[in-house]
């Protein structure tokens, strides 16, 4: 990897801004909380902070359906409060990136009431507007026959002005027309430059792989029989004219700012589509966020319909996606967690009493020395854990696991057994379980706020929280104190060094890691049994850095065991 900017050996902490901690007890988490927390960020070994979406919203989608990109939504603050927290962070030598949002709007931005206003509105073209095709009975159709990610169709009818308008999110998020050379420049000075001029260092960019859609807007082929909609990225997922958006896009703002930028990819499972957005030389973005990874088990043509996986088909896809930038010039990001997945520990470890701690600390052992910049979810430090199964679907609150439970509701008349299926899936794969609130103490609300939390506290925050790890050497939160400055300490290694496996198991994962002489050897213990294990002859010298047991053994992996080691 040629080039060491600033952002290759950091450590990224996300913050889901309405969960994290409420200053003023409205229930609502807030900028003020932020600010409150920054020295607990910073203790963490975190430098840098990404703010999930803060912007003016009706939060359809927790704000990833915007308003105004230039305000910000009152329960989280002000815009001048913003500007506190920029100025308190870099007083820190702390850096804060922001969500950037711009496939789509929310429906109440004043871009769209314009577009909506009229045919001959001249922001019309800002967004997709069709016409209707009628069927064979003479029923008025959506264009296409393109599923919405959030279920149903994605178009809209408008009534008024006789249109259909696309939305591949909820229904209040119509999607922004990129070919429109106006609307983008209104795209990089008001989501982009009005931030970037206030000192914010970068941006995750949402869904940078779907602004450009097939213009001839073709139906998807049918791959579930079940339903009129249609899985459609082939249509509109990293098409040759998305390159240039993110290129113009780079040229006329990104270039412009020493900044950072990660990119979401979504389901890109392609790397060399990857290369073309992460690649130094291709001057589009710094890194991005494989999906493939992280997405295992979940469905592929309906991503509720969950699927059990083995860790030889984990470890298959992290190989793949530690090794894509090896002898090239592109860079990328390690992760397990963020506001769309399930918790780690829970999916990858065991959220049983006896083995969580120690699970949770061998996935940050896992974590630590993964190639790329790394980024921590909050309540990923305390091994937060998924929501509990008795939990019922009222309390869930993401609109995706809404509108898909009652999609199936609908279907099928409530039928009880598709609608127990359509929980399972939920319970497997829903976004809520990274939403519940903070766990910061036993106190009431886990200390999260004085007021009624917006979405239910996960009922074990009374063992697992902050303040109890805070007093415990030997907390999961300790624990990763530790992990990351033995990151600082062998960041060659482990962030930019090689990566191969030493085994092809289904229990157990040992890689070594190589930078110039240096190496590091890995292993880790994915199960509640014990494994042989013992270390190679010529690595007398091993000298082990980490473990996440007190006693380690030789000749065996105690369960969920982890160790690094670093050999000559
Ligand atoms: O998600 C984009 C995305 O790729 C979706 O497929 C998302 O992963 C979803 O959870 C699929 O099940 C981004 C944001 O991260 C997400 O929170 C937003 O809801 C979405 O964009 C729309 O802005």
């Excluded at 001249?122 to 507007?129: A, G, L, M, S």
């Excluded at 697992?464 to 907390?475: G, P």
């Excluded at 030493?502 to 070594?512: A, I, N, P, R």
Aim: proline fraction near 4%; aromatic fraction near 14%.
């Amino acid at each position: 990897n040629s080039g060491r900017n600033w952002w290759k050996d950091e450590v990224v902490y996300q913050i889901w801004p309405a969960s994290f901690k409420d200053s003023n007890g409205d229930g609502w988490g807030d900028i003020g909380g932020v600010i409150d927390s920054l020295d607990y960020i910073k203790d963490l070994g975190t430098n840098i902070v990404w703010l999930s979406p803060i912007f003016d919203s009706p939060q359809e989608d927790m704000g990833y359906d915007i308003s105004n990109y230039e305000d910000i939504y009152r329960p989280f603050g002000t815009v001048s409060d913003v500007e506190t927290l920029i100025e308190a962070c870099h007083k820190r030598d702390i850096r804060i990136i922001l969500d950037l949002v711009v496939n789509h709007t929310s429906d109440q931005h004043q871009w769209f009431k314009e577009s909506r206003s009229s045919r001959d509105n001249p922001k019309r073209d800002w967004y997709i507007w069709r016409q209707a095709r009628y069927n064979e009975n003479g029923n008025r159709m959506p264009p296409n026959n393109w599923r919405s990610n959030f279920s149903g169709s994605a178009w809209q009818w408008d009534e008024p002005t006789q249109e259909y308008y696309l939305h591949l999110f909820a229904k209040s998020q119509p999607d922004l027309n990129w070919e429109n050379p106006a609307m983008r420049q209104a795209v990089y000075d008001s989501a982009m430059k009005f931030w970037l001029d206030k000192g914010v260092d970068g941006f995750r960019i949402d869904t940078i792989t779907i602004y450009s859609k097939d213009p001839s807007f073709p139906d998807a082929p049918v791959l579930d029989n079940s339903s009129p909609w249609q899985l459609a990225s082939c249509h509109y997922r990293n098409k040759p004219r998305n390159f240039d958006h993110i290129s113009e896009m780079n040229e006329k703002v990104l270039s412009k700012y020493d900044i950072m930028t990660v990119g979401e990819y979504g389901p890109t499972y392609d790397t060399s589509l990857a290369l073309k957005y992460c690649s130094a030389s291709e001057k589009r973005i710094d890194m991005g966020f494989q999906f493939e990874t992280v997405y295992i088990g979940f469905g592929k043509i309906d991503k509720f319909q969950y699927e059990p996986f083995t860790l030889g088909e984990f470890k298959r896809r992290h190989a793949k996606w530690q090794t894509f930038i090896e002898g090239n010039d592109g860079w990328t990001s390690a992760f397990l967690e963020n506001h769309d997945l399930p918790r780690s520990v829970s999916r990858f470890g065991s959220d049983k009493p006896e083995f969580w701690a120690v699970s949770a600390k061998m996935l940050a052992m896992m974590l630590v020395t993964t190639t790329g910049t790394l980024f921590i979810y909050q309540g990923q430090e305390i091994g937060m854990t998924n929501i509990p199964k008795e939990w019922t679907i009222e309390e869930y609150q993401d609109v995706e696991a809404k509108n898909y439970y009652a999609a199936v509701k609908d279907a099928t008349r409530g039928h009880e057994s598709a609608l127990k299926r359509a929980m399972d899936g939920v319970r497997h794969v829903g976004r809520d379980h990274a939403r519940t609130p903070m766990q910061w103490s036993d106190a009431a609300n886990a200390g999260f706020s004085t007021g009624k939390p917006w979405m239910r506290v996960n009922d074990n925050y009374r063992d697992i929280n902050v303040r109890n790890q805070l007093a415990d050497k030997k907390s999961v939160l300790s624990f990763w104190k530790a992990l990351i400055r033995l990151r600082r300490q062998y960041i060659d290694i482990f962030a930019h060094g090689s990566f191969s496996y030493l085994d092809e198991g289904e229990s157990v994962m040992t890689y070594v890691k190589k930078f110039n002489s240096q190496r590091v050897l890995v292993a880790l213990n994915f199960t509640s049994d014990e494994h042989i294990f013992s270390l190679r002859k010529e690595w007398s010298s091993a000298n082990l850095l980490a473990c996440n047991i007190d006693h380690p053994e030789d000749q065996k992996l105690s369960p969920w065991e982890g160790r690094i080691y670093s050999i000559q």
